[in-house]
């Protein structure tokens, strides 16, 4: 990843304002509730809301992003909830994180690079355990016109990093994939995801 996709993360954090909010995501909140709690990954977590309301249900959690301001902000929001977070900065090949060693692996809004997208999934299925489930939302390739008419709802600019179901076919085809769905959403989290949006939603189980 190069030094403006760094900094914009950085700028976008480094204010008192949660960019995102505090409260977790909506479909992350709901799929978590139907599993017993043990071990959780969250991929590109920025400033912390899901981890933090994961720890809060007796979760162990560990969370990644390349940006220290996120992370200065989440461990800000874990004081603030009595709670602890395992928080690495940098980018995932590089964490050396342990091979199956999780419950669930949450990408919520996880856009990556389009380069690098479908390489990190394949990364991030390795860490979870057999058995263990992916929890999915961002946005679907239909997004593109949402976003053009309404900047408030946020999202990448270009259509080669938004996902089709196909392609979350292909890079979770060993899981049994519980919910897959695309779907209109309204989003409101915090001051960048405001409005009608466009979203795929997943969760798998790793067979």
């Known amino acids: ?3 403006e996709w760094l900094k914009r993360w950085d700028d976008r954090y480094d204010v008192e304002e949660y960019a995102f909010g505090k409260e977790p995501n909506i479909y992350f909140r709901q799929e978590l509730s139907l599993l ?7 991929a590109a977590e920025g400033e912390g809301r ?10 162990e959690v560990m969370a990644f992003d390349i940006s220290a301001e996120g992370k200065k902000k989440a461990l ?6 009595d ?7 940098g980018e995932l090949p590089e964490l050396d994180i342990e091979e199956e060693s999780f419950d669930v692996v949450a990408l919520i809004y996880a856009h990556f690079p389009a380069t690098i997208k479908s390489e990190y999934h394949q990364l991030l299925n390795k860490l979870l355990k057999k058995g263990g489930f992916i929890i999915f939302e961002a946005f679907s390739k239909k ?5 053009l008419a309404n900047e408030k709802v946020g999202g990448p600019k270009d259509i080669e990093s938004l996902f089709s179901i196909e392609e979350l076919k292909n890079d979770f ?6 919910v897959l769905k695309e779907e209109l959403i309204e989003l409101n989290e915090g001051k960048y ?11 798998g189980m790793k067979k």
Do not use: C
């Open 173 to 178: 085809k060993d899981f049994d994939l519980q």
């Open 76 to 81: 800000q929001l874990a004081e603030e909830y």
């Open 1 to 3: 990843m190069n030094d």
């Open 143 to 147: 997004h593109l016109e949402y976003r």
């Open 83 to 89: 709670v602890k977070i395992n928080y690495k900065v």
């Open 36 to 42: 017993k709690p043990g071990k959780i990954l969250l």
């Open 193 to 203: 995801h405001v409005g009608t949006g466009s979203v795929i939603r997943l969760t």
């Open 50 to 59: 899901n981890a933090v309301y994961a720890a809060n249900k007796g979760w």
